[in-house]
């Protein structure tokens, strides 16, 4: 084949390779390209062939094999599970501190969204003013796009309150995730009673204190309320669907299920913890 016809065969099947490149990647190759020598400026045929390895190596399959990299990365993360009032938040605290991860959690996104104003939390904003409670599929819309954003998949994540449902689990199972673990915080159904019914705010400072566990000073007892539903009744009701659910969360991620002592402590129930982080 003659010189000039075959730098020309060369060319079309470097053409050829750029087609399935993503665009930024095929504009700098067409850079490099536009800078070779013509047939005239080659001075032997030895560097002609440098010239061609070089060029070809420029998007040789590192780059392949980066660009597939950056495009499949998995998030990586940890679930935290249990009843009202178990200490689910205090955990996500300590974790945070000790692993950087971001903690996730289902309230802070619902008000998040809500603040933004964006379709989900207009959606999640009308269920909630009329008393109800935001529906799966808007939850696990909402779940999506908080672990698609950069934090995330950079640190990984502590996703506390989802899921609660076991078509939030399924919908959870779908997304490219790598779960490590679901730290199931376990204590009975009378300590969660006593440990939400004593609990008091003030409503100057917005501390929250325990009649039992963190008595409040005595100069500000009597200002202190209750929320209307930190009551043995409602308690009991949100403990009955808690346990409901619970069998088939646990069902859907029984091969990550880490049980954990709650009774404790906070620093005693973290040691537990941090043996699965």
Not at 20 to 47: A, C, R
């Amino acid at each position: 084949m003659h010189g000039a016809c075959a730098l020309k065969y060369m060319k079309e099947k470097k053409e050829q390779k750029r087609d399935w490149l993503p665009e930024t990647l095929k504009q700098n190759l067409g850079k490099i390209s536009s800078d070779e020598p013509s047939p005239q400026e080659q001075s032997s045929p030895q560097e002609q062939r440098q010239e061609e390895s070089s060029s070809s190596s420029y998007y040789s399959q590192d780059d392949y094999s980066d660009y597939s990299t950056s495009t499949t990365q998995k998030p990586r993360g940890v679930l935290i599970f249990g009843p009202p009032g178990v200490g689910k938040g205090t955990q996500c605290e300590l974790i945070v501190q000790k692993t950087n991860l971001v903690h996730i959690s289902t309230g802070d996104i619902l008000r998040e969204a809500v603040k933004s104003g964006s379709e989900l939390g207009r959606q999640a904003q009308i269920v909630m003013n009329a008393g109800g409670l935001v529906s799966d599929e808007i939850m696990i819309g909402l779940i999506k796009e908080r672990l698609n954003q950069p934090d995330v998949l950079e640190r990984g994540f502590i996703l506390d309150g989802f899921p609660r449902t076991r078509q939030q689990g399924e919908a959870l199972l779908t997304l490219n995730l790598e779960l490590t673990s679901l730290l199931l915080l376990e204590v009975d159904d009378d300590t969660v009673v006593e440990r939400i019914c004593g609990r008091r705010i003030d409503p100057v400072s917005g501390n929250i204190y325990h009649l039992t566990f963190d008595p409040p000073p005595e100069d500000i007892a009597d200002r202190l309320t209750q929320r209307s539903d930190d009551c043995e009744e409602i308690v009991r009701s949100r403990l009955e669907k808690y346990h409901d659910n619970l069998a088939a969360v646990e069902s859907l991620f029984s091969n990550i299920v880490q049980r954990i002592d709650a009774k404790g402590d906070k620093h005693s129930v973290f040691r537990q913890v941090e043996l699965y982080l």
